[in-house]
């Protein structure tokens, strides 16, 4: 096969930044992608309505002429413990916000304003169960006393498990799943429980963080895990079943802040979201799944129409270059410098 042609994907779980950042990154996932869930975690964090309504106007703003109007922002906001119920009945009438996320508090980049206390929030879940708002989790613990390997695998019995008896109705996205534990958690719990995979995932295990040294471009959250759970991860993926759909969790930080005594978590993948995706799935020999996965389940799980235009992915060798501009700093994107077999036409 040298020509894949695939309906239009979108990504249901990406990191755009603001500003000059947002604008040298946008470019890269409006030209594979129609929409975007666009993740909330700026600084300060996306809390109101209003703030995801301006957010969304400096994405459409910053949107490439040639794809002004083929690309749309689905907006999320960041749940807080003090996100009034109010907020979530604004939100749904705006009929632009799309998902409010949970972030345990210091879980991840820009988290600290994240929930300390689930019980905190039980009046607004309620409400976004009555009023079919999805909940995108972050699900990782924040103990410190926890493994940090474990974090998802603890987060799924203290609170997501529970989370789900609360709240049966309410609709719940387990945003990068990592482990196979976090996987047969979704296989078996009710239709209204989904999970975005990374490319990322799907491609490496820990053992990349360490090749040869360490490798701050492979640190992100929730962090790689064992060989065991990226097979489990790539057989979720591929295997046809509806509960799982593409979110690149596309996390750019500038080359400075990465590699450092202390560097940001999250890698960026925009720069070649379904090429990546293209060789997780070959590598399957799943490339028939490919579709399904990137363009179908997550369009039906949010309620939302499938894309009607298709992109081209071509058999071809190419190499991801060494970085791409970041503002005033380097982005440097994974698998920099390194040859990719598939490329979007
Ligand atoms: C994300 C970021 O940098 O915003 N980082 C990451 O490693 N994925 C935050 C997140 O999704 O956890
Ligand atoms: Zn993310």
Known sequence: MNTLTITRP???HLHLRDGEQLRAVLPYTAKQFARAIVMPNLRPPVVTVDMALAYRDRILAAL???RKSGFEPLMTLYLTDNTPPSEIVRAKESGAIHGVKLYPAGATTNSD???TDLAKCYATLEIMEKMDMPLLVHGEVTDPGIDVFDREKVFID????PLVQRFPGLRIVFEHVTTRDAVQ???QAPHQIAATITAHHL?????AIFQGGIRPHH?????LKREVHRQALLEAATGGESKFFLGTDSAPHSQAAKESSCGCAGMFTAHAAIELYATAFEQADALDKLEAFASFHGADFYRLPRNRDTIALNKENWIVPQQYEFAAENLIPLYANT????RMA
Request: proline share 7%; aromatic share 14%; net charge negative.
């Open 158 to 161: 203290r609170i997501l498990a």
């Open 339 to 342: 040859v990719l077999s598939w």
């Open 10 to 12: 979108d990504d249901w």
């Open 219 to 223: 640190y992100c959250l929730p962090v």
């Open 113 to 115: 304003a994240g929930v």
């Open 185 to 187: 958690f979704v296989r």
């Open 203 to 207: 491609l490496l295990n820990r053992n």
């Open 64 to 66: 490439p002429e040639d």
